[in-house]
């Protein structure tokens, strides 16, 4: 589609082109009369002037058709005229899904409980995103959040339930802080529901409304992370799995988007406690050397994209669902036989 509007742009240009030459052409031929009483100077004036009147007014014909993007190439944006909140937006994945948004014309309320960090990300994205400060273990925050929207834009269409925490307990399960795994768990887990509790409450009477939670590659594998994370990161999976139902009811969608690793605050910091010494550039290498797919590794706009394709009307009859952005890593199992033969023989 897009190519064929460029098609007709280049078609009017050249069309413009031609006529231009052609009013040239005419004017040489048929009026020597009326410049031949003109000084050579002024005869050139003469026919700067009536060139410039040609181009002023092609281009004010065709400025309007371009301005409105009918000849574009960029893609349609996806979110015109929604309003989007998405927690934990002050940085990583939250952030870069705040900026697509924005870029496809939706309104988004940044939510972090990082407050002067989430100044300076809604800052930094222009005047389409507001921060509001928001503890997503707190009921009255998300509350008071999902209020916001309402009162600031009128409606409430997209809430992504973004905020997450890595998890700093051992790795074995007898040595596992129950203390700690109830902090993570009132984030990762309580935060979300929250957060659907509330975009609920503001949806359903619409009967209309998107609802995303982040979950991650390791609630769907164990043994990628400490239990106590991949517990909560599987609990979120199982989260929207169970709301679907009531929700599709009430004509709102809700899907999760499970993450393989990628290299934000939230892993470097958790990696540097395990690997103290290695600068934050290995750290960031020893992460993508994860990657399955060849050539190819994950990044938060990975995530910012999959999240947009959940929100946009591309996906209007997917719900329940859980998109894993993993470039393959938790579909298969390699047996490695050739592996095996090779160290024999070695
Ligand atoms: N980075 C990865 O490798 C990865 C992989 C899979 C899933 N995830 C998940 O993605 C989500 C975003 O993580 P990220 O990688 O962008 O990390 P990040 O640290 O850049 O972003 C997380 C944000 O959540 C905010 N936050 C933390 N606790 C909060 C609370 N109680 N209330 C509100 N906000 C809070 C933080 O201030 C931060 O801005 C998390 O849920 C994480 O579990 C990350």
């Known amino acids: 589609m897009h190519q064929f509007s460029l098609c007709i742009y280049i078609y009017m240009f050249v069309l413009w082109l031609t006529c231009c030459l052609a009013f040239q052409l005419i004017i040489h031929s048929y009026c020597p009369l009326l410049l031949s009483s003109l000084s050579q100077e002024e005869e050139e004036e003469k026919m700067l002037r009536i060139r410039s009147r040609i181009i002023s007014s092609t281009w004010r014909s065709l400025l309007p058709q371009i301005s409105s993007n009918k000849f574009s190439t960029h893609s349609e944006r996806k979110l015109e005229g929604k309003v989007a909140v998405i927690t934990g937006a002050a940085s990583g994945i939250g952030k870069e899904s705040a900026a697509k948004f924005i870029s496809h014309g939706a309104k988004v309320i940044v939510a972090d409980i990082h407050r002067q960090l989430g100044q300076q990300t809604a800052s930094e994205l222009g005047d389409n995103a507001t921060f509001v400060p928001c503890d997503v ?162 990044e938060p706009i990975d995530v910012a994209n999959a999240a947009l394709f959940l929100a946009s009307e591309d996906a209007k009859f997917i719900s329940g669902q859980n998109l894993v952005v993993d470039g393959g890593f938790t579909s298969f199992k390699s047996l490695n036989l050739s592996q095996q033969v090779q160290e024999r023989s070695t």
């Open 137 to 298: 273990t707190k009921e009255s925050d998300v509350s008071d959040l999902v209020d916001f929207a309402i009162s600031k834009h009128g409606q409430l269409d997209i809430m992504y339930n973004n905020a997450g925490v890595a998890c700093r307990t051992p790795l074995s399960i007898v040595d596992i802080d129950l203390a700690q795994f109830d902090r993570v768990m009132a984030i990762n887990v309580r935060g979300v529901m929250a957060g659907i509790k509330h975009a609920a409450r503001v949806m359903i009477p619409r009967g209309s409304g998107c609802i995303l939670c982040t979950g991650s590659v390791t609630g769907v594998m164990g043994g990628l992370a400490q239990p106590t994370y991949s517990t909560t990161k599987s609990c979120v999976i199982g989260i929207v799995r169970s709301m679907t139902a009531q929700l599709c009811k009430n004509g709102i969608r809700i899907n999760c988007i499970s993450p393989f690793a990628i290299p934000t605050a939230f892993s470097l910091d958790e990696m540097r406690e395990y690997f103290p010494g290695v600068v934050p550039e290995d750290l960031t290498k020893m992460l993508h050397n994860t990657s399955e797919l060849k050539g190819a590794y994950c």
